[in-house]
Nanobody, 120 residues
Framework: VQLQASGGGLVQAGESLRLSCAGS????????MGWYRQAPGKQREFVAR???????NYRDSVKGRFTISRDNGKNTGYLQMNNLKPEDTAVYYC???????????????WGQGTQVTVSS
């Protein structure tokens, strides 16, 4: 089981990006999916999460600008980021709670980071 994050890039303030997080391998179910970010010299912080049923939560600083969504049929999650600000610059990581096929154990998996850089 793997998670692959993609979609980062360099944009100007006010522009948008959409990050994707695709699960691959022998996946039975993906429960919570989430995005975290880590800026240089700072700890990794929560950005957004979405339950298997579609309930979403956000950190306060991104509410109204970021939207998390998922396509359960594709085992993929998304983070639409609008009106980006320089303070959003960070490496973004996706995380998911996944139950592999033929396993009763749900584990937490992380994707590799994708860099988002917002210039002023």
């Amino acid at each position: 089981v793997q998670l692959q994050a993609s979609g980062g890039g360099l944009v100007q303030a006010g522009e948008s990006l959409r990050l994707s997080c695709a699960g691959s391998g022998s996946i039975s179910s993906i429960y919570d999916m989430g995005w975290y970010r880590q800026a240089p010299g700072k700890q990794r912080e929560f950005v957004a999460r979405i339950s298997i049923g579609g309930t979403a939560n956000y950190r306060d600083s991104v509410k109204g600008r970021f939207t998390i969504s998922r396509d359960n049929g594709k085992n993929t999650g998304y983070l639409q980021m609008n009106n980006l600000k320089p303070e959003d610059t960070a490496v973004y990581y996706c995380r998911a709670d996944i139950q592999p096929i033929l396993s009763r154990v749900t584990g937490t998996y992380w994707g590799q980071g994708t860099q988002v850089t917002v210039s002023s």
